[in-house]
């Protein structure tokens, strides 16, 4: 028995203290694609990771009225609970950036091995990517534009 608690308490702390409580991961997804589609800028879901599938302006009112009752079905109406659903929010907002995409793309361009970057410049986008990017689920959700993309 004893065991087993155990092996339960040492799965919960693998999940991370954000998704420890499983019935955060909905409403924060939820919160997250509201963000985004309240963005002014196009949307787009990875088909493969070379194409986009860019929303429709005619078809945003209609997906962002979807989402909200995702939001509505699967948020807590405790003032805790949507607390640390909005701040897993942010941290999915935050990962999924267009800010976080460029970050990242500039890193696996430093790191090809035709690369002629230095060492300590690889280090620290390594470390700016870690501590301004955090690593979220990026499949099947809408993301934001990036800037230059609308020029």
Known sequence: MMRSCLALLAVGALAGPAFADQSLAPCANAL?????????LPVYKLVTPDSRQYLEDAQRP???????????ASCSSDPAARADAQAEARRLHQGRSPECAFERAKLA???????????DDIARQRQRVASRCPEVPMAGVWLVAERQALQ
């Open 109 to 119: 361009d430093m790191e090809k091995p035709d690369s002629r970057n230095d060492r």
């Open 62 to 72: 209609a997906e962002l009225a979807r989402v909200r009752q995702l939001v509505s």
């Open 32 to 40: 997250e694609q509201e963000a985004a589609l309240e963005t002014e």
